[in-house]
């Protein structure tokens, strides 16, 4: 394909990814596929000619699209759904056609410097501690890494490196590997399964603090553990809070938390993955009061020494697991510039005003009850009545096909997961789907009754 | 941005990537910015307000242009460069159009299934032996690792992971702690840093095994340094293998090496970041004879439980440190049937016989020697002389900026590295570097010349 091709094919291209987000809403938005479904519909190995773009295109349709589920549908509520903009995609498609990778300044001199002063708008968005920046010149700055999975992981790195040296140097002949099996980790029962991940790679011990009834890490409960942990021989050096849980949006309280972390010496983590954006709207920076106490915004610390980059100390091949990155970072300009500080705001109490307007509809219908407190996009709710019910529920709706939610488990319980977080969901999406939701469970209720009746 | 100025704008993208790339050679390929050139040209913080999207995109070229490596640019021969497709383009645009998140087989089935059948496909072009592929229902199949760092990581410690069960089944009562304490890992002294990198990651001692005059590792040198190890209470787990080394594209014979790495219950894990791809072409592919004694095609293996996905095994957020991931299988679906087999082949050889080509302009020059043997696309030369003389002239064309080469250590001397990887690169693009180098290094030998006369 040359130039004069890729210009036509692109702009088809272009066409069918504004085509499919605008007609999105049509779409089933869980698929309705039985795994293993795609295998034959392909050949089994690569074909040894060129093939037609037309039939690749039209494979897409035939192939793919059957097996998609629909994120960026304003009926997609699972996970902590994500929110592609046009911009972004237009940032994106800017650095593919640019092709680099900046692992050092060298490397791309323009996708490191970009990302260090991107990450510094967002430390200001985030009202962060002067610390925190890269243009202070001093210890502070920010990366992207790919996920919070690796950001976990490299902050627990970090701190396991600056404990061992601790360590060390008080106690100069301990070794690494016996330092090591000492280290013990610290995070919410409720946190995500990436930071076991993250203790698991890193060979070291991890306990889970329990919550109190608002599903948060108090400061007596770690202070508890830490101590308990100190007179069995342990070394505490790491504690990962959550600021907005997977199942409930819960918030640790780092304000005390932060604290304890300081005198025990214990590197603090903030995995804020899906609540971190809200902070950026005064109404909802407090919770992220504490930050100033005893958390690295990102990684200022660099974990390895490599001999392919002598001239810059800020080379991102440090800052992470992998080497070479994309120039992601054009996503943020392009965003941030293209929204602005108001317009990300808006975005943002949107999603919350209509999560509180779904919150509402749970609370006006005396058959369901809310099951955790509702601070932003999250609604937590299940029907009154047993597990059974519910998993019974999720399986219609889920089967339905029309919207998509997934559960979890609070308290035990199992409980559904309503996420408002798509940039094309509107209040008549949220009504639409709480009519759906009612009418499947009034039929399953129906069910229950008459069978109970036929029973009795 | 609504849907139709995003067709508007996404067009005028697809033709500023085709202007860019088209126009690419006419750039200067290495840029003439010192480091911290931008901060100074754009805000300091996020606007408050929207800005258009003309202003953006000004900024693009008034601000990021001029500070980009141009690493798709014919005259980079640096690294080793990547040579993004128009179809892989167009792919990568239609995933960002999906805004999918894969992580496991519900979040995106299509994601799931289209990466295990191309990594069939994959494994197939290469040869592969049966048990390394999925649809033999075995334990085989391959998984997209994001970058190699992340593969040499993920196999490292899968590696661990077996080894510590492994002794725990003979020795219940040792501890974890303590057997990955005693762990050895082993690699070339020639190969990537991210080897060591992951070794350091994973807790792990790591060795540097000595090259043979090919810069190659062989089997009596490993087999030594094993039996030393034991000896001393170690306990071998795990030999990186580098199939095409970053300093001068070196093989390690890895069918020699196989069968001691099984003896020994050592996991092979093959590095073949860059020759990898050319193993599609039947006059490569013994380089990868051996690969059926000892390794893993990728990772059939799950390191990590975790709670969210309960109905399939093959989620891929086990398989790797992130969970999330991209659409990313949908470039190797476009890229493969658009190029088909034969022209992959052939654009390996195009760049092959490049390669060659600069050998002989180099071979037929007095000034200067071939310092290693040129196999795949690397050239690995230096002006006879000094150190000191051949870092003046790679500073000279660094300064120049008509080509971008970096340089390399061979056996402690300062080497020159010239890659051939572009796609759009052509035998005039050679001749003219190659003419380019000459001049400059004719230039130092007469300055050198005079400044010798004028000394004595």
Redesign the interface.
Known sequence: ???????R???E??????D???NIEHRRV??D?E?????SM?P????????S?E??LRD?DR??????????SPHFYA?YA?S???????A???S??????GFT???????S??E??ML???G??LQLPEDFLS?TQGQGGGVIQ??A??AT?MAL?SARLKTVKCVQESDPQR????I??KLIAYTSEEAH??V??AS????VVIRMVPTDEHFSVRAETLEKMVAEDKATGYIPFFFCATLGTTPCCAFDKIDELGPICNAENIWMHIDAAYAGCAFICPEFRPLLNGVEVSFYFFLPLH??S???SPH?SSDSQHWG????RRFRS?KL??V????????LQAFIRKHVELAKTFENLVRGDNNFEICAEVVMGLVCFRLKGSDELNKALLKQITRTGKIYLVPC?LRGRFVLRFVVCGRTTELRHIQEAWKHITELSSELLQNLFDHEGKEN
Chains 1, 2 share one sequence.
């Open positions: 394909m040359d130039a004069a091709e890729f210009r094919r692109g702009k291209m272009v066409d069918f990814v504004a499919y987000q605008e869980y698929p596929v795994p293993g479904y795609l295998r392909i089994s190995e690569a074909p040894l000619e060129p093939e773009y039939d690749v897409v192939v793919i699209m059957p097996g998609v589920t629909h994120w960026l996970y994500n592609t903009s046009f911009p972004s995609i237009l994106d498609l800017l593919s056609g640019i092709g680099t990778i300044w060298a490397a791309n001199p323009a996708c410097e970009l260090t002063v510094d708008w967002l200001k968005m243009e790919g996920t999975s690796e992981l790195l070794s690494e590997a016996d090591i099996s399964s990436s076991e991940k698991i790679i890193g060979g974990l390895f490599t001999s392919l810059l697991i992998p080497m070479a054009l300009w392009f941030f510039r293209m929204y602005g500080l108001r317009g488990k």
